[in-house]
């Protein structure tokens, strides 16, 4: 980035600034304050209060050279100027000579790294008692100030920069993933068609229900990322929406997925406010844990229903209970209803409908007993 449009706009976004020189004026007298950015071959003017007609504004520049700002820069101490004719070291030096000064203070403002951005300075055609322990300390604080600022600035700036980076990757994560696995689906369910012996049937609807899975888990991936960088995943609702079909449909592919599992359902034919897509999604989630989790020789079951004014959504397993140590964090990125290791999966399926749920300004619970773990979806019709 240009440099002086860098600095400028640095320290425009530090609205403390121009009250900082207002106040550094107000309380030594001086006619002129500037924060500047200091560099080994530039001086910038970030901002100015300016009094006496100096001519400089925020953007502005002074050759390096004939300034004291530049050797501030290399010993990193403050200079302080009563008078310049009784000053035994700059009543020869060339700087106030070149602007006609007859009193100056610079601080240097220095990052948090360590940095050197430049100086928190005040000059005047009129010599002004400067050298005092309030104003030297005041001067020290506004620029330690603006260095805080300074360092929130970059750190905010990197922390954007990252996340355009992360949002990049999810869309490349997104396209180089969904389109080679697209072409296997498509491949597997053709070849499904053409073999004919048992054996390679078998093959097939294995290598179908993976690609399935990993489809699901690139879904969720996916939902996770755009959730943390967007503050929740995002949901297109309509009106009256019929959400038996798209809930069977959900129901179909998993039992085609799980031959040897049972899934009874019983579905209202009631039309709600929704995001379809993402109420199918959730079934999915549901439906995904419930296979992993539950008792394989017990059916899952599941119900929709409206009760009250609210539309509930309810899956229920066989199986050993949650842990009451786990259900607290149940819903949370990256943990599992189960401590088994041999489990498949991020554990990031109960977090995506949970998140799905709240979108719809619903709640997703649970409650584990051992004769059944039942996760239950709320959300208002209005």
Request: charged share 25%; with cysteine; hydrophobic share 40%.
């Amino acid at each position: 980035m240009n440099e002086p449009i860098a600095a400028v706009d640095a320290i425009a976004q530090i609205h403390a600034v121009p009250t900082i020189l207002d106040v550094v004026c107000k309380t030594t007298g001086m006619r002129f304050a500037a924060v500047a950015r200091v560099t080994a071959d530039r001086w910038i003017a970030c901002s100015v209060r300016d009094e006496i007609a100096f001519g400089l504004e925020a953007g502005g520049e002074l050759k390096i050279e004939t300034t004291i700002c530049n050797e501030i820069r290399e010993h990193r101490q403050a200079v302080i100027i009563d008078n310049v004719a009784d000053d035994p070291v700059y009543s020869s030096h060339h700087t106030p000579a070149i602007y006609g000064l007859q009193s100056y203070i610079s601080v240097p403002i220095t990052l948090a790294d360590g940095s050197f951005f430049g100086t928190l300075c005040a000059i005047d055609t009129v010599p002004r008692r400067l050298n005092r322990p309030e104003t030297i300390g005041m001067f020290q604080l506004f620029a330690n100030l603006i260095a805080f600022h300074l360092d929130t600035h970059d750190r905010i700036d990197q922390e954007r920069q990252g996340s355009e980076l992360r949002e990049q990757f999810i869309a490349v994560l997104g396209h180089d993933l969904r389109n080679p696995l697209a072409s296997l689906d498509a491949g597997t369910r053709m070849l499904q068609r053409l073999v004919e012996d048992e054996k390679g049937k078998t093959v097939l609807g294995l290598m179908q229900s993976s690609i399935s899975r990993m489809s699901g888990l690139i879904d969720n991936v996916l939902d996770f990322a755009r959730g943390r960088l967007g503050g929740g995943i995002p949901v297109e609702q309509a009106d009256r929406v019929p959400l038996k079909p798209v809930m069977e449909q959900v129901v179909a592919e998993l039992r085609m997925a799980n031959p040897g599992r049972t899934i009874e359902a019983d579905f209202t034919e009631a039309l709600v406010r929704c995001d379809e897509g993402r109420i199918g999604q959730l079934l999915s989630n549901l439906l995904a844990n419930a296979l992993t989790h539950g008792d394989p020789e017990t059916p899952i079951r599941v119900r929709s229903a409206i009760v009250g004014n609210r539309f509930e959504l309810a899956v229920a397993n066989a199986g050993e209970p949650v842990p009451e140590t786990v259900v607290k964090d149940l819903f949370k990125p990256f943990v599992r209803a189960s401590a088994k290791a041999n489990l498949q999966g991020l554990g990031l399926g109960l977090y995506i409908a949970s998140e799905i749920a709240k979108a719809h300004r619903g709640r997703l619970s649970v409650s584990s007993t051992p004769e059944e773990t039942c996760f239950t979806f709320r959300m208002p019709l209005q």
